[in-house]
């Protein structure tokens, strides 16, 4: 069973059309973060519901309750749960993607208008917040549906949708939805794996399929001691002095070379196989590229498997700032009396929160103790979250690399993420089934920046890959 011709045909014939459905999306400020823009996100939900329903999906809102945000209490947008086919012969494909977006303004710096689709017919893009991440690969679920739908083409696999609109926001309510959903009769009742398209390639060139993101920790290290700031000159050398034992502490954590030094966490990480190692040595990517986004020659190392391993399949900690302390300009001659330091650990299999924590504060606590300060230590973990890695050898990751490779001639690099997604993991423990991350834009789409863009041909030859990947699944799953 290979994909018709007319399908692709379509794809092509419709371009336009696509890329209107796109515009009319990035047309409504569905941004999630901000209380004054609420109405749009549900204005975007009615949108998506109906194009769905036009198409023949069965769909049906779930109302998650509702947040206090910006001192107001407002209603959370709905999760949208679409269903089209229920043929036990054939498999069941749980789809994900997001409906709402970051926020922007044209005096972020933007040089269109971020609401208003701008296609730069020169470069082949397309400009707009939200136009890579999420609405150009959701819009994108919906282009395959109509194709086969106006083609009267049968689709080769059930689908299910759940289209969320608060991804840019902790996805509150989502968690407890999907766990409320698994079962016998409930919605996610017989899905044979999962496929979310919510991420990009690793670089301008080459397809990718994610099958891991790393998880965090994230903590809070206070020290305080004299009962209100004070002044260097009458208790400089006079009194202990919080700002100089949290700098000290924080420069025990990670050495320049990115090295973690809390003993133990390195015997958390599961070992290299060989199998694995081959896979970052493939990888389209060079130091230029990461040096490239970086803006500045500063990668860690020149050995481009060493530096993609390091951000993909290794622990990092990175120290964020410090609370408390003087940073206004100036040469304010104050000593802080309470100074908190932020930084999080980014965990990858087999690291938890539950098991780093003990090693973290207890690391700390002796650290601290060697100082013989008389100072107070507290540590707190602001938030955790556990990393998640997916088989790639298992027939949803075959069958995205046989549609890759049928539409971008093209191998797809395999990579992991060096951040994180939740509902990825969410949806693989509660669904117990292979996930799979199959993006559609570019690693330099700037999502979550100003001129946030897709590419054209990204998001036509995108919306056959998403097509294609359907109906290679139907081939290529054992029945
Ligand atoms: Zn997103």
Redesign the pocket.
Known sequence: MSVPNQFYEYVDQHKSDFIDRLAKAVAIPSVSGDASYREHVFEMSRFIVKELEALGVKVRTVDLGKQVLDGQEIQLPPAILGSIGDDPKKKTIQLYA?YDVQPALLSDGWDHEPFKLTHDEKTGRLYGRGSS??KGPLLGWINVLETHVKLGLELPVNLRFCFEGM??SGSEGLDDLIKDEVGPGKFFDGVDCVCIS?NYWLNDRTPCLTYGLRGISYYKVTISGPARDLHSGVFGNTVHEPMTDLILLMSRLVKPNGEILIPGLEQLVAPLTDEEKQRYDVLDYSISDIEQSAGAPVALSEDKSAVLMGRMRYPSLSLHGIEGAFSAPGAKTVIPAKVSGKFSIRLVPNMTPDNVDPLVITYLKAEFAKLNSKNKLEVENLHGGKPWVADPNHWNYVAAKKATETVYKKTPDLTREGGSIPVTLTFAEALGVNVLLLPMGRGDDG?HSTNEKLDVSNYIEGTKLLGTYLWEVAATAPK
């Open positions: 997001h991440d999420d991804e840019e919510d999502a």
